[in-house]
């Protein structure tokens, strides 16, 4: 026998899991990098931003969105549509594009984003999903509506009907100080943070 000397006491079991993280329900939620590194890519075609995010309000705070951003690709099209995300999430933060200079700069700043859910293929060639950043939320783009919670069209999953008799259900999702998500709500966003 070989002696265990770890106390898996405070551990969550549900962590054994592994493989995308915890899947949650598409919508637009608020974030902040915790973790975040430029590196080479895996193939050696230029340089990414890998980054670690995690929900910080509401009934998912907590949870993981793992994000790989290209800053340099040898690919024109790959390099542009990475930059523009980058440039995104500097205006998400509220740092903004032409202010953002270090990497640094973004861990630990809130921003919303819309998340939604990718299928992949695991190493074991089965299908798995992940939480992804579908858009950076900022002043050019707040008002365009999140992402339905409801499974995509190409999800093969039948489409459930519900009927409500509220006279006029409300579609925000409200947050842990009761305001609307990204709707202004009370709440100044990122972008309008004064120094």
């Known amino acids: 026998m070989a002696q265990l000397n770890v106390n898996l006491s405070d551990v969550n079991e549900k962590d054994a899991e592994g493989g ?11 974030l902040n990098i915790v973790e975040g ?5 895996s193939k050696n075609t230029g340089d990414l931003f890998e ?7 509401g009934e998912f705070a907590g949870v993981k969105v793992f994000g790989n951003i290209n ?11 990475g930059q523009a ?25 809130p921003f919303y984003a819309d998340l939604d859910v990718e299928t992949y293929k695991g190493r074991d ?14 002043a050019g783009n707040a008002n365009e509506p ?17 009927t409500t008799t509220q006279a006029n259900p409300s579609t925000a999702r409200s947050t842990q100080n009761g305001g609307a998500a990204a709707s202004g709500g009370g709440r100044q966003m990122p972008w309008q943070r004064t120094a």
């Open 20 to 30: 995308g993280g915890v899947i949650i329900p598409r919508d637009r939620y608020l």
């Open 37 to 41: 590194e430029v590196k080479r890519n």
């Open 51 to 57: 980054y670690k995010a995690e929900v910080v309000e």
């Open 71 to 81: 800053v340099t690709h040898q690919n024109i099209t790959a390099q542009k549509i």
């Open 85 to 109: 995300q980058l440039a995104a999430l500097a205006e998400a933060t509220g740092i903004g594009k032409a202010n953002l200079t270090d990497t640094d700069q973004l861990l630990f700043q």
């Open 125 to 138: 060639n089965s299908d798995k999903e992940r939480m992804v950043v579908k858009k950076f939320i900022h």
């Open 146 to 162: 999140p992402p339905s919670k409801a499974p995509a069209a190409n999800d093969n999953v039948k489409a459930t009907t519900t």
